[in-house]
C-alpha cells in the first residue's frame, strides 16, 4: 500500500499521485503544507529564492509589481514612505521627486500655477488660465521665479 504525504511548506504538488514535491518558484511562497499551489508574493515585497514560505519586505523608496524576484527603486516623481506600502506613490500636487527612490517628495516654490502630479522636478507644472510660461532661454534654474506664469496679451 502506498501512503501520501503532504507537500512540506515552501513546496507544493498539482499532480495526482506525485512521488516528489516541487519548490514553490522564486517570486512565489507556500506557508502552509500540503498545497497544491503557491502564491504569489504582494507588491513591495519578494522571494528571491525558490522554496520560501514568506516574502520579504522591500525597502524604503522601492517597491515592486506582485510576483517579484526582487525590488526596484521609486522612480521620478514617486516614493515609497515605508515598509508597508504596497505601491510606490506618485508625488501629490505642489511636491516633486528629483530622486530616484525617494521616501518622501519635497514641497515646490510658490508660483502662479498648478503642478503636476508625480513631478520629477520643480519645474513641472501647469499656468492657471489666461497666463502662459515664459522661456528662460534654456537655461536650468535652481528656483521658479514667480514671474513664469505672465499674464497673456
Same mark, same amino acid.
Given at each position: 500500500?502506498?501512503?501520501?504525504? +503532504?507537500?512540506?511548506?515552501?513546496? #507544493?504538488?498539482?499532480?495526482?499521485? &506525485?512521488?516528489?514535491?516541487?519548490?514553490? /518558484?522564486?517570486? #512565489?511562497?507556500?506557508?502552509? *503544507?500540503?498545497?497544491?499551489?503557491?502564491? =504569489?508574493?504582494? &507588491?513591495?515585497?519578494?522571494?528571491?529564492?525558490?522554496?520560501?514560505?514568506?516574502?520579504? +519586505?522591500?525597502?524604503?523608496? *522601492?517597491?515592486?509589481?506582485?510576483?517579484? *524576484?526582487?525590488?526596484?527603486?521609486?522612480?521620478?516623481?514617486?516614493?515609497? +514612505?515605508?515598509?508597508?506600502?504596497?505601491?510606490?506613490? /506618485?508625488?501629490?500636487?505642489?511636491?516633486?521627486? =528629483?530622486?530616484?527612490? =525617494?521616501?518622501?517628495?519635497?514641497?515646490? /516654490?510658490?508660483?502662479?500655477? *498648478?503642478?503636476?502630479?508625480?513631478?520629477?522636478?520643480?519645474?513641472? #507644472?501647469?499656468?492657471?488660465?489666461?497666463?502662459?510660461?515664459?522661456?528662460?532661454?534654456?537655461?536650468?534654474?535652481?528656483?521658479? +521665479?514667480?514671474?513664469?506664469?505672465?499674464?497673456?496679451?
Amino acid at each position: 500500500r502506498v501512503y501520501c504525504q +503532504p507537500c512540506s511548506a515552501g513546496r #507544493f504538488s498539482d499532480r495526482r499521485g &506525485a512521488l516528489i514535491c516541487d519548490a514553490c /518558484p522564486v517570486g #512565489f511562497f507556500g506557508n502552509d *503544507t500540503g498545497i497544491s499551489a503557491c502564491f =504569489a508574493c504582494a &507588491a513591495c515585497r519578494f522571494a528571491d529564492i525558490g522554496g520560501g514560505t514568506t516574502c520579504s +519586505p522591500c525597502q524604503v523608496g *522601492t517597491c515592486n509589481e506582485v510576483g517579484a *524576484t526582487s525590488c526596484w527603486a521609486a522612480k521620478l516623481g514617486y516614493y515609497s +514612505p515605508s515598509q508597508a506600502s504596497d505601491r510606490c506613490l /506618485p508625488c501629490e500636487l505642489g511636491r516633486f521627486s =528629483a530622486l530616484s527612490q =525617494a521616501t518622501a517628495c519635497t514641497a515646490c /516654490p510658490k508660483i502662479v500655477g *498648478t503642478w503636476f502630479f508625480a513631478s520629477s522636478n520643480d519645474r513641472q #507644472f501647469l499656468c492657471r488660465s489666461g497666463r502662459h510660461r515664459v522661456a528662460r532661454s534654456g537655461v536650468e534654474l535652481d528656483v521658479v +521665479p514667480a514671474d513664469i506664469c505672465v499674464q497673456c496679451r
